[in-house]
């Protein structure tokens, strides 16, 4: 690195080096999709060396950085200002720089490490210093339901607010652990790093896969490698799928996992036969845990009919639910409109509203 160049480059820019500020050669970020750096940091990007690559700077920059952010560019002992929406590809050259200031405060995942770090220090938060890995657990379901529910909702600021809420819930979590020794949020990190590289080998290395049923085959293969490389010959394929799951969830990641090593229908007609097949049984059960276990088998049937047909059962239920909801919460209101109470309100008036909430789109 020529910090000569570095020097020059803020002379020219008629600024004071920042305290503190990350220093890269282009050429090693060829290859990067997302900057490799925490955003609220400054950077100066040196030898911008061909087109091909200041093209791809823009393009990296703008996964993080909003399009009219600021940057300054220096080339040939000039220095003009620039929006990382508006860099052009023509900018580059083996002496041409560029400065990218911070993008604001706590906009690094370092950063907010940092101020959960803070809330357990002994001048942080004295809930947040009481808490325990068992005390969160109903506050990290809670905020895994809360971020499914703003994912069904399609709202995308809720989404962005509830994903903080349980970014929170997994960083609070490690950082417990690194106080207690157990282990910290960088060992996260780099765990479930070497687990996406080791699992992917036809995207990191060289393994040729045949679409996605080929990268699902390979993902158990490779899993079943691991469990005898950590001495866990014994466990079964459908052992790992969490027991606290939602039903729904659990049997069509059941069916997913037994499908992955050959054991479904061949053909769709099989799935709908079984069907047929447990809705019959329901109709000719005996007593009341025969007809509760015919009801389970039939649901069983019907997540694997949605799981052939690529459908979430899960999330279809759920906005099912949802949609009940609206249409009855309608039929109460109509009741309210008319003077009278919903339990008097004849099944052929229910319906009428019903129906008036389905033309409404509800």
């Not at 503190?20 to 955003?39: F, G, N, R």
């Not at 990382?84 to 995942?109: D, K, Q, R, T």
């Not at 895994?144 to 929170?168: H, K, Q, V």
């Not at 819930?169 to 282990?183: K, M, T, Y």
Request: net charge negative.
């Amino acid at each position: 690195m020529d910090f000569s160049l570095v020097s020059q480059t803020f002379d020219k820019l008629r600024i004071t080096p920042p305290s503190k500020l990350i220093l890269l050669e282009a050429q090693t970020l060829s290859a990067a999709h997302v900057p490799p750096y925490p955003p609220d940091m400054p950077v100066l990007f040196t030898n911008i060396s061909s087109q091909e690559l200041a093209w791809h700077l823009k393009e990296m920059l703008l996964t993080t950085y909003p399009a009219e952010h600021v940057v300054h560019v220096v080339e040939k002992g000039n220095m003009k200002e620039e929006r990382v929406g508006g860099l052009s590809g023509e900018i580059f050259g083996e002496e041409v720089c560029m400065y990218v200031p911070a993008l604001g405060e706590g906009i690094s995942f370092e950063s907010f490490a940092e101020i959960v770090a803070h809330l357990r220090a002994p001048d942080g938060c004295p809930w947040d210093k009481e808490q325990t890995h068992e005390s969160l657990r109903k506050h990290l379901l809670e905020e895994s339901y809360e971020a499914i529910s703003a994912i069904d909702s399609g709202d995308f600021t809720s989404m962005r607010e509830e994903f903080g809420d349980l970014l929170l819930q997994v960083v609070l979590q490690s950082q417990i652990a690194n106080d207690e020794q157990q282990f910290n949020v960088n060992q996260v990190i780099q765990g479930i790093h070497s687990k996406i590289v080791r699992r992917h080998p036809h995207v990191f290395g060289d393994l040729k896969l045949d679409g996605v049923d080929g990268v699902l085959a390979n993902w158990e293969k490779l899993k079943e490698a691991e469990r005898k490389t950590n001495g866990q010959q014994e466990k079964g394929l459908l052992d790992g799928v969490p027991l606290a799951l939602p039903a729904l969830s659990q049997a069509q990641e059941y069916q997913d996992r037994a499908a992955r090593v050959g054991f479904d229908w061949p053909e769709i007609e099989g799935v709908l036969d079984k069907i047929k097949e447990e809705i019959e049984e329901i109709k000719t059960a005996e007593t009341d845990f025969e007809l509760a276990s015919e009801i389970g088998d039939l649901f069983f049937a019907i997540v694997n009919l949605a799981r052939w047909k690529k459908v979430d059962a899960e999330s279809v239920l759920r906005g099912t639910n949802m949609k009940f909801k609206k249409r009855f919460a309608y039929v109460e209101q109509g009741a309210k409109r008319q003077g009278r109470n919903l339990s008097d309100l004849p099944l052929e008036d229910m319906d009428m509203l019903w129906n008036e909430a389905k033309q409404r789109g509800l």
